[in-house]
């Protein structure tokens, strides 16, 4: 079955732990993508991944990072989190890098808390 | 600037009938794409429908409709025959063409409540 995986589903952290959420496609897709989402802001971009070991800044990637070592996986870092991260993640994924057509595959969502 | 604007937060419609969810968008690019997205109370992201910036006719999917409205840059989303199950959020986004396509931008949202 094509999908996007993204562990852990739920999770309560503290400040300044670090912590990973991971998430991988088996769809050989080129384009991957992180997205959080508040309430009235909708889903905005963190960080996007063009190919393996191509990565760039989305709209809100303070305090976050990123690798893409392998083309299925497309980690999400929190060096040390801050109750401001606590949000509802979303990693997602698209066959085509350079096209406009192709809609994003969605990972099930992390819900994160900070305390 | 938002390049996405949905005004409606929240909309709601009786069963059966059909419903319009509005969306806005500002680019200065040629090409794009334009894509429709559901959200259920459960969590996930339901790819509804998409419309390229080229495409000569309104797209179409099952009950889902989009009325493209080019140069008024606007890209509505029409429910035909709600049922229960449509209610959810609904996201409209954008892709746009420069810069290999990477940038793929959500609106708000609407909150769409089916009533019985």
């Known amino acids: 079955e094509a999908q996007v995986t993204q562990n852990p589903r739920y999770l309560i952290t503290v400040t300044g732990k670090k912590l990973t959420v991971t998430c991988s496609q088996n769809?050989?897709?080129?384009?991957m993508s992180w997205y959080r989402q508040d309430p009235g802001l909708g889903l905005r971009q963190i960080y996007y991944s063009m190919n393996v070991e191509v990565t760039d800044k989305g709209d809100v990637p303070e305090g976050y990072k990123v690798s893409r070592k392998e083309k299925r996986n497309f980690p999400l870092i929190l060096e040390s989190p801050s109750p401001n991260q606590t949000s509802l993640y979303f990693c997602a994924s698209s066959r085509r890098t350079g096209q406009i057509t192709g809609e994003l595959f969605f990972g099930e969502g992390s819900r994160l808390t900070v305390l | 600037a938002q390049k996405i604007t949905q005004t409606q937060p929240g909309m709601f419609v009786q069963e059966k009938e059909a419903v319009t969810l509005d969306c806005t968008y500002d680019t200065s690019d040629p090409s794009y794409g334009l894509f429709w997205y559901k959200q259920p109370s459960s969590g996930e992201m339901i790819f509804l429908i998409y419309?390229?910036?080229?495409?000569?006719q309104n797209a179409t999917e099952g009950r889902y409709s989009l009325n493209f409205q080019k140069a008024r840059k606007s890209a509505n989303l029409v429910i035909s025959a709600s049922q229960l199950g449509d209610s959810a959020m609904y996201f409209c986004a954008m892709r746009e063409g420069y810069n290999y396509g990477q940038n793929f931008v959500f609106g708000p949202g609407t909150r769409l409540s089916v009533l019985p």
């Open positions: 419309q390229g910036s080229y495409d000569q």
């Open positions: 769809m050989n897709h080129e384009y």
